[in-house]
C-alpha cells in the first residue's frame, strides 16, 4: 500500500518497502538474478501508475507535483529521493503505453547520488548511482512477479 501526502506542489509517495529474508522468499521459480549481499523485499505496486500521474517532467515542464519516495540499500535502510518523470519514451510511446513510466530521482540528503527507475506492469527497476560506490540495482525478483524485489549491487 502506499498513502499521498499533499504539502503545496510536493507530494510524498509512500512505496512499502517490506524487508524479507531470504530463507522467506517465496519459491515460485528460480530467482532471476544471483546477487551476493543483495537485499530481499516484498513491494505491493498494485495503484502505483496512478499515484504519479500529474507529476511534473524533469524537461522545463513545471506543471504537475514533485514527489518523494523512498529506496532501499542492500543493507535494508531506506534513502529519500525527490521525483521527476522523465522522457527516454518518445511521447508516442508515452501514449501509447501509459501503464510505463520513467523518471529522475534526486537524493534529498546531498549525498551527490542520483537515480534512474521505471514503473511498468512487470514492476520497479531502479538503478541509483553513487559518487565512489558501487551502482544499486533493484529488480523484480522472479519473472511475472511484480511484489518480490531484490536489491544489489
Not at 41 to 56: E, K, M, R, V
Not at 72 to 78: E, K, Q, S, V
Request: proline residues 7%; charged residues 15%.
Amino acid at each position: 500500500m502506499f498513502s499521498a501526502i499533499h504539502a503545496q506542489n510536493n507530494r510524498s509517495i509512500l512505496l512499502e518497502w517490506e524487508k524479507m529474508s531470504k530463507e522467506n522468499l517465496p519459491s515460485i521459480q528460480i530467482p532471476r538474478i544471483q546477487a551476493n549481499n543483495a537485499g530481499y523485499f516484498s513491494l505491493n505496486t498494485q495503484g502505483l501508475i496512478d499515484a504519479f500521474h500529474g507529476i511534473t517532467y524533469r524537461e522545463g515542464q513545471r506543471n504537475g507535483f514533485v514527489a518523494e519516495v523512498q529506496f532501499p540499500y542492500p543493507d535494508g535502510t531506506l534513502h529519500t529521493f525527490t521525483v521527476k518523470r522523465n522522457q527516454t519514451m518518445h511521447p508516442e510511446y508515452n501514449a501509447k503505453f501509459p501503464e510505463i513510466m520513467t523518471f529522475d530521482a534526486y537524493p534529498t540528503d546531498g549525498s551527490g547520488a542520483y537515480g534512474k527507475w521505471d514503473i511498468t506492469p512487470s514492476g520497479v527497476h531502479a538503478m541509483i548511482f553513487i559518487p565512489g560506490q558501487s551502482t544499486v540495482f533493484i529488480d523484480p525478483l522472479f519473472e511475472g512477479d511484480a511484489m518480490h524485489y531484490v536489491v544489489y549491487r
